[in-house]
């Protein structure tokens, strides 16, 4: 069974940068698209960021194009988020997951696997 475990959340004041970490484990091979997706409090969780097993494709929520960044190291078994120019409006808690050979559908949020999320809390 695949797992997911994130990390690297905090507190940030607006217009700083995190980076947050996702290990998968359980896994027996690398075709496994890997992202994230926040739940700010109040609101639906929503799609932020999918990276594809090898690391070649990525795509973004336009809310975060241009200062998100995606990307993996599979000799790692990692998958990160750099997150820059951060708004308050990006406070959420941030879920890792993974689905295998799921790409195109990652957004669509039907995945093998979650984390138990990491707080991203950006103040103004």
């Known amino acids: 069974q695949v797992h997911v475990v994130e990390s690297g959340g905090g507190l940030v004041q607006a217009g700083g940068s995190l980076r947050l970490s996702c290990v998968i484990s359980g896994h027996k091979s690398n075709p496994y698209a890997m992202g994230w997706f926040r739940q700010a409090l109040g609101k639906e969780r929503e799609f932020v960021a999918v990276?594809?097993?090898?690391?070649?494709?990525?795509d973004y929520a336009n809310s975060v194009k241009g200062r998100f960044t995606i990307s993996r190291d599979n000799a790692k078994n990692t998958v990160y988020l750099q997150m820059n120019y951060l708004y308050p409006e990006d406070t959420a808690v941030y879920y890792c997951?993974?689905?295998?050979?799921?790409?195109?559908?990652?957004?669509?949020?039907?995945?093998?696997?979650w984390g138990q999320g990491t707080v991203v809390t950006v103040s103004s």
């Open positions: 997951a993974a689905g295998h050979g799921s790409y195109h559908g990652f957004p669509a949020g039907a995945l093998d696997a």
């Open positions: 990276v594809s097993w090898n690391g070649a494709d990525t």
